[in-house]
């Protein structure tokens, strides 16, 4: 059996055989993670309608990708008070969304109640929106500012009304890449510590991937071999998030951004390898809308949602400052020969 039987026969993959996969002829590598996602989602393709909010940009770490923390590249910095954050919750609520996603940076000047009680406050007065909160980064960095552990941490989350966890935070697992793009911040290790807890709770996450920046594919592959192995354990990862790089404002200075070759190539490999991970997300704001409707045919399912404001990815030059119409996203699956499906955050079809 050659590795385009086996994989089309369901079987899963090695190291090896992933990292052959970039080798592979294009448009066959693209049909082949086409024919799988079609297996599990058909032609749907999952947006839904959420908010980002980033209520402060102050950060205890220095991430060389970073655009967004208030350091010297960024001198503007922000704290949002809770009644900013409730208006804008308030905001969306009449218009909508059914999700807000809180990422914050690491502010040590705020206290623990300020990352933790804006979630109680959110939830008592919208119960029905579900609060996607807190990187596994931003829990290692209460658990070391505050002196609590990993699990205190996480039982505070639920306890004040997260319903699951974003996949930020992830990088890149290889721990050479990663001291030299993040030295400092939440180990491999620990994240994936921190989700597997997570999972044992009962409670779902995502996974991300920052790639285009001095990772090798080797690295790629391993990031996504890390995951598989813990999400054999626990079934707790609902969707794998490759971020492509951008390229602005930050330290690591990289010249040539990635190809959209590499990118959808990246894309339909991530969807073969992690044949246990049911949702692959195109994220438009780091890949730009129109590659994300392309790589619809590269094993992609899900395109995120509206989003309407962004503030991580668009500091270092992603064009999503202001998010996209909810008419035209849809309008855009519908041209590209998908069928748009709005979904909750848990992934059950509305
Ligand atoms: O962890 C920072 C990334 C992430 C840059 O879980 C950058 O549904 C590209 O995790 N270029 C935050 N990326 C965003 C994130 C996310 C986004 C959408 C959905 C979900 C989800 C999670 O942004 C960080 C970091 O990896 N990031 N700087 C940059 N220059």
């Given at each position: 059996?050659?590795l385009r039987?086996?994989?089309l026969?369901?079987?899963r993959?090695?190291?090896d ?8 002829d294009?448009f066959e590598?693209?049909?082949l993670?086409?024919a799988i996602?079609?297996?599990?989602h058909?032609?749907k393709t999952?947006?839904n ?6 209520p402060t940009?102050v ?8 655009a967004?923390?208030a350091?010297r590249?960024?001198?503007?910095q922000?704290t949002m ?6 208006e804008?919750?308030?905001?969306i ?15 040590p ?5 300020w990352?933790?009680?804006?979630f109680?406050k959110i939830?008592?007065?919208?119960p029905?929106?579900h609060?996607?909160?807190?990187t596994a980064?931003?829990?290692d ?6 002196g609590?552990?990993y ?17 930020g935070g992830?990088e890149?697992?290889?721990e050479e890449?990663?001291?030299?793009i ?7 290790q620990?994240?994936?510590?921190i ?7 009962g409670?779902?996450s995502n996974?991300?991937?920052l790639f285009g920046?001095?990772e090798s594919r080797?690295n790629?592959?391993d ?5 598989r192995e813990?999400?054999?354990i626990?079934?707790g ?10 390229t602005e404002n930050?330290?690591l ?10 990118i959808?190539?990246?894309m339909a ?9 049911p949702?692959?997300?195109?994220y ?13 045919e ?13 503030s991580?990815?668009s500091a270092?030059g ?6 996209v ?6 309008a ?11 979904r909750?955050?848990l992934?059950?079809?509305?």
């Amino acid at each position: 059996m050659n590795l385009r039987e086996k994989i089309l026969a369901g079987h899963r993959v090695s190291f090896d055989e992933a990292l052959a996969l970039y080798d592979m002829d294009f448009f066959e590598l693209g049909e082949l993670a086409d024919a799988i996602r079609k297996k599990k989602h058909g032609k749907k393709t999952y947006y839904n309608i959420n908010r980002h909010i980033n209520p402060t940009n102050v950060c205890a770490d220095i991430c060389k990708f970073c655009a967004y923390s208030a350091t010297r590249k960024n001198p503007n910095q922000y704290t949002m008070t809770h009644e900013q954050i409730m208006e804008i919750v308030k905001d969306i609520n009449t218009r909508g969304a059914k999700e807000v996603h809180i990422v914050s940076a690491h502010n040590p000047n705020t206290g623990l109640e300020w990352y933790l009680d804006i979630f109680k406050k959110i939830k008592t007065a919208y119960p029905h929106l579900h609060i996607k909160a807190l990187t596994a980064a931003e829990v290692d960095f209460l658990s070391r500012e505050y002196g609590k552990s990993y699990d205190e941490i996480l039982d505070l989350m639920i306890e004040n009304g997260v319903d699951s966890m974003p996949g930020g935070g992830a990088e890149i697992f290889d721990e050479e890449i990663r001291d030299y793009i993040c030295k400092g911040k939440v180990t491999s290790q620990q994240w994936l510590e921190i989700h597997q807890k997570w999972h044992e709770r009962g409670k779902k996450s995502n996974v991300t991937m920052l790639f285009g920046h001095v990772e090798s594919r080797a690295n790629r592959i391993d990031h996504m071999m890390r995951i598989r192995e813990l999400q054999d354990i626990t079934h707790g990862f609902n969707c794998f998030i490759p971020l492509v790089y951008q390229t602005e404002n930050n330290y690591l200075n990289i010249k040539e951004p990635i190809t959209a070759n590499e990118i959808l190539k990246t894309m339909a490999i991530s969807r073969i390898v992690l044949d246990n991970v049911p949702n692959l997300k195109a994220y438009w704001v780091t890949s730009t809308v129109n590659l994300a409707l392309v790589a619809q045919e590269f094993g992609a399912n899900d395109l995120d949602g509206t989003i309407e404001k962004e503030s991580i990815n668009s500091a270092a030059g992603a064009k999503s400052a202001n998010g996209v119409k909810l008419e035209d996203f849809t309008a855009l699956i519908k041209n590209s020969g998908f069928i748009p499906v709005e979904r909750d955050s848990l992934y059950n079809e509305i």
